[in-house]
């Protein structure tokens, strides 16, 4: 990649997303939209703090624009990571094989270049979660005229978990089975995703109750 991801322009990223090229792909639209749903909380932020009604929850509202803010950057940096990885992975499987040490050398590439194009997608399904913990944190005390945004802001970071959790499980068949990432991530994809779905729904009650 000549230009890196958070330089293009967002018309220009989804025209990059839409061609043949694979990289970047899914992990890092999945760290992208993770990003934006920890500016959203930062913007409902911003918009609840400093009103009276918000007075006995100011050091939370706080806590929840300061770490959505740093999750925020993080993501951003993610999915360049993501790409990355995956550039590295084809690249790997691009190499010569038609002698023993090719061969040796190209499978040596190919399992290094997996187990960083694994991690980087497991760092988002990690970095979206918390983001989704700061909106069900924020949904019963954020700017009732903006609890819409807190909604968009769990609906986007449910997605990014679940689609980073994909990009994990694509490449965990190409460890070898020996791996301990292989067992390791599998084992936290599940515990990421075990309450998920009654988390969504909870929030989305959450958010509910308070539109109307």
Do not use: C, W
Not at 4 to 18: G, H, K, P, Q, T
Not at 151 to 162: K, Y
């Amino acid at each position: 990649m000549t230009q890196r991801l958070n330089d293009l322009a967002v018309s220009d990223l989804v025209a990059r997303l839409a061609t043949a090229d694979p990289i970047p792909g899914g992990g890092s639209a999945s760290a992208l939209a993770g990003a934006m749903a920890a500016a959203l909380v930062e913007m409902v932020v911003a918009l609840t703090a400093g009103r009276p009604a918000a007075a006995d929850h100011e050091p939370m509202l706080a806590e929840i624009g300061a770490t959505a803010g740093t999750l925020r950057d993080e993501l951003l940096r993610l999915a360049q990571v993501d790409a990355e990885a995956y550039a590295a992975v084809v690249a790997a499987r691009r190499l010569p094989k038609d002698t023993d040490a090719e061969r040796a050398e190209r499978r040596e590439r190919i399992t290094a270049s997996v187990r960083e194009a694994t991690r980087a997608p497991l760092e988002i399904v990690r970095r979206s979660g918390e983001t989704f913990a700061l909106a069900e944190s924020l949904a019963p005390i954020g700017n009732r005229n903006a609890v819409s945004d807190v909604g968009v802001a769990g609906l986007l970071a449910a997605a990014a978990l679940r689609g980073a959790a994909m990009n994990v499980e694509i490449n965990l068949p190409s460890l070898p089975e020996d791996d301990g990432l292989r067992h390791e991530a599998r084992a936290e994809l599940e515990s990421h995703l075990a309450e998920l779905d009654r988390r969504e729904r909870a929030l989305a009650t959450s958010v509910g109750d308070r539109i109307g």
